[in-house]
Structures are given as structure tokens and as C-alpha cells.
């Protein structure tokens, strides 16, 4: 008999909006934890909750998806922009292949789970992730990840558009400032969930009930 989690009770709705979510139809997304940005964002605290997240997970049978930002394609408007843009804001664009584009062996990840890798911060953009998740079944998405107001938002964002209910993990993602990281949860949080709902690792654990 296929077990369902607990609803979480999140902000600014009890998540998911439908009660229903089990290892059948969700996912965790880890987005952007790479070595360099947990650096520059002196995101060590950051790391160790979406380790926490990937082990319940892993416990759970919740497939656990990972993405790094800073693909091949440098020359292309997206990356440009991007890596320009991130000089300014403290938002670093790493070279692929390079020690700081890598993802932080820290989140001890499944040996089978999918990297995808994309040029700026949608994680669905100029990827298969959209077809992957489509292809088991999985609507429901908790996600967890670095900069809050850059891959973190702009995934969270572009999945609600694409019909995923979502849940960022807010002790799990950190901005490039405090007060960016806080106004933008609730900017996901904002018209009664408009791109999503708000909730912490302990309460997303609680509710996989993993011992």
C-alpha cells in the first residue's frame, strides 16, 4: 500500500494544496550547491540542512534531483548575462569543470541521481528536467538551493507556471544578502502562494516521518 506523507503545515497555505504527496509523486530538487557559492555565500550552515534533506529524502524513496549553474555554452546571451550580472551582486558564475562548479560532496547525494546542468538560474531551461519529471509521474516539488533570489526562485517559479505545486525550504537556501533572502520567500509566499508555499527542513522531515 503506497504511503502518503503528512500535509506540512507552510506558508501561506498547508502544503500540498490537495493533502496528496507520497514517494510516488514528489521530488526534492537541490539546486545550485555548488563549492564555489557555498563559499562566496559563506553557506556552510545552508549545506548541512539540505544534507539533512537528502538523507530524509533518500529514507523516504523520495528521488532526489540535483542542478549546477554554469553550463558549456559561455558565449551564449543567457550565460553572458548571467556571469555580468552576478559579478555585480555578489552571485558568482563559475567555470564548468572547474573546483567551484562542482557540487559540495557534503550533500553525500544518491549515486543515481540526475545533474543537470543549465546556463543561467531556471533549472528547466535548455534541460530535460521538465521531461524527466513528467516521465515518473512527479508533481509535487520541494526544493532547496542558492542564491533564494536566483536559482532558487527562478526555478520555483518557472515549475509553479509549469502546473508543480512547490515548497522552498527556507533554512535550506540562503541569499546573497539577508534581506534579499528574505524578501524574496515572501515574494513566493505573496497572493496567497502565488509562486509557491514557504516551510522549514524540520517541518518538511517531520512530515516524511523518517526516525
Given at each position: 500500500?503506497?504511503?502518503?506523507?503528512?500535509?506540512?503545515?507552510?506558508?501561506?497555505?498547508?502544503?500540498?494544496?490537495?493533502?496528496?504527496?507520497?514517494?510516488?509523486?514528489?521530488?526534492?530538487l537541490v539546486l545550485g550547491f555548488q563549492s564555489?557559492?557555498?563559499?562566496?555565500?559563506?553557506?556552510?550552515?545552508?549545506?548541512?540542512?539540505?544534507?539533512?534533506?537528502?538523507?530524509?529524502?533518500?529514507?523516504?524513496?523520495?528521488?532526489?534531483?540535483?542542478?549546477?549553474?554554469?553550463?558549456?555554452?559561455?558565449?551564449?546571451?543567457?550565460?553572458?548575462?548571467?556571469?555580468?550580472?552576478?559579478?555585480?551582486?555578489?552571485?558568482?558564475?563559475?567555470?564548468?569543470?572547474?573546483?567551484?562548479?562542482e557540487l559540495a560532496g557534503a550533500l553525500d547525494?544518491?549515486?543515481?541521481?540526475?545533474?543537470?546542468?543549465?546556463?543561467?538560474?531556471?533549472?528547466?531551461?535548455?534541460?530535460?528536467?521538465?521531461?524527466?519529471?513528467?516521465?515518473?509521474?512527479?508533481?509535487?516539488?520541494?526544493?532547496?538551493?542558492?542564491?533564494?533570489?536566483?536559482?532558487?526562485?527562478?526555478?520555483?517559479?518557472?515549475?509553479?507556471?509549469?502546473?508543480?505545486?512547490?515548497?522552498?525550504?527556507?533554512?535550506?537556501?540562503?541569499?546573497?544578502?539577508?534581506?534579499?533572502?528574505?524578501?524574496?520567500?515572501?515574494?513566493?509566499?505573496?497572493?496567497?502562494?502565488?509562486?509557491?508555499?514557504?516551510?522549514?527542513?524540520?517541518?518538511?522531515?517531520?512530515?516524511?516521518?523518517?526516525?
Open positions: 500500500m503506497l504511503k502518503r506523507f503528512a500535509s506540512i503545515d507552510a506558508t501561506p497555505y498547508s502544503w500540498p494544496f490537495d493533502g496528496r504527496w507520497s514517494a510516488d509523486d514528489s521530488a526534492l564555489g557559492m557555498i563559499v562566496a555565500l559563506e553557506a556552510q550552515p545552508e549545506l548541512a540542512v539540505a544534507a539533512r534533506l537528502v538523507s530524509a529524502a533518500q529514507a523516504a524513496g523520495l528521488p532526489v534531483i540535483a542542478s549546477r549553474r554554469g553550463r558549456a555554452e559561455t558565449l551564449s546571451p543567457v550565460a553572458g548575462r548571467r556571469a555580468a550580472m552576478g559579478a555585480e551582486m555578489g552571485d558568482p558564475l563559475f567555470p564548468p569543470h572547474t573546483p567551484e562548479w547525494l544518491p549515486a543515481d541521481a540526475p545533474i543537470f546542468d543549465h546556463p543561467g538560474d531556471n533549472a528547466f531551461y535548455s534541460t530535460g528536467l521538465e521531461a524527466w519529471l513528467r516521465q515518473r509521474g512527479i508533481r509535487n516539488l520541494v526544493l532547496a538551493g542558492l542564491p533564494t533570489e536566483g536559482l532558487l526562485h527562478a526555478t520555483q517559479r518557472a515549475a509553479n507556471d509549469m502546473g508543480f505545486e512547490c515548497i522552498a525550504v527556507s533554512d535550506a537556501c540562503k541569499g546573497t544578502t539577508d534581506a534579499r533572502h528574505a524578501g524574496q520567500l515572501r515574494i513566493t509566499a505573496f497572493g496567497n502562494g502565488l509562486f509557491g508555499t514557504v516551510a522549514t527542513a524540520d517541518q518538511l522531515i517531520a512530515a516524511l516521518n523518517v526516525p
